[in-house]
């Protein structure tokens, strides 16, 4: 029986990749509350959808398999039970004041029969206006009556890359750092204890959602199969990365290092793959800003004690001795321009997504660091991202690869 996860680099060959197409959640972000939401402006969905479906028929045009997290949600739910189950836990973390407001929520999502509608309106949230709750109500009910929504929308979705991690044959299941997130993480709970897929191959968890410190996916990125690296960042504790590390070392033993990239607590380099990202054996995309005071720290487990060093080197030095490699090469986010690298990064310039070793997927807003990605010899694929991006992510943080050809 195969492994039905199988990501020991970021640059292998992809084979099989897991997106979210994005939904009436975008048209539930309204002005006021898009900071609640981790939102800067508000995409125009009919356009933000043909852009992701561009992204998709490229990954298909590479014979990539394009799975979407709504339909593996919906398809894990094999019966009545898990059914009411996943509801429940929804309601549970869905913040919801007033139990008769729960009671009737509950009847108005139980009532839809179709398991790709149901998932789809638990993704949208639902708004005071879809639902009249009779008028018994209690103190609770009436005094969040300003608030336009009985369940919050969850439009970060069409990041998969964040809510959990494949890293070898193993998930990590995260913990995410903003509450208006953390609900993400039931869809994958589901879909890797319940749906078909991964009952056949069942899937070994290195971190879970239960966990009490937060980590998130844009942080967590597989070098070889034998180093992992993790940012410490605004979304991820440094608590997270030792919990993180001692699983790995313990359940996948072709890892035996782990670099902590201390990239500091800016809602602009967000996640280490913000700032940081692989294109090919000895490539990489960088966020010049980061460059000067970035602190690397090394995690092994030499002696089956955990030993923690604080790399005093250079990053090029630290990537060469950890790869084993002769040289690389670090491609800055706009070139040397401070405007346009500042410019690009927060529009993802940085944020590629290999398909296999020197080929990406890049937005084709990002003129200044494409130019430079193919003066490196990146061969690139340009997909369109004028909505997409006011969510503050790209390619990688879009695509959550389920199987990578090994290296």
Known sequence: MGNAINVFSEIGPLKQVLLHRPGKELENLMPDYLERLLFDDIPFLDQARKEHDAFADTLRSKAIDVLYLEDLAAEALTSDGLKQQFLTEYLNEANIKGSDARKEIESYFSAIKDNREFIDQTMAGLRKNQLSVGVNKNLSDMVQDEYPFYIDPMPNLYFTRDPFATIGNSVSLNKMYAETRRRETLYAKYIFKYHPMFIENPVNLVYNRENDTRIEGGDE??????????????????????????????????????????????????????????????????????????????????????????????????????????????????GNDITAAAREQWNDGSNTLAIAPGEVVVYDRNTITNNKLEEAGVKLNYIPGSELVRGRGGPRCMSMPFVRENI
Not at 248 to 257: A, D, L, M
Not at 302 to 309: D, L, R
Request: glycine share 4%.
């Open 221 to 334: 990125l597989v070098l070889s199969k034998n180093v992992l690296a993790v940012g410490i960042s605004q979304r991820t504790d440094v608590s997270s990365i030792e919990k993180l590390a001692l699983q790995i070392f313990e359940s996948e033993p072709s890892f035996e290092h782990v670099l902590a990239f201390n990239i500091g607590e800016e809602r602009k380099f967000m996640h280490l793959d913000t700032v940081f990202t692989m294109v090919d054996y000895d490539k990489f995309t960088i966020h010049p800003e980061i460059e000067g005071d970035l602190v690397v720290y090394s995690l092994s487990k030499p002696n089956g004690q955990i030993k923690i060093v604080e790399e005093k080197d250079t990053l090029e030095n630290i990537l060469c001795r950890y790869l084993e490699l002769p040289a690389v090469e670090l491609i800055r986010c706009g």
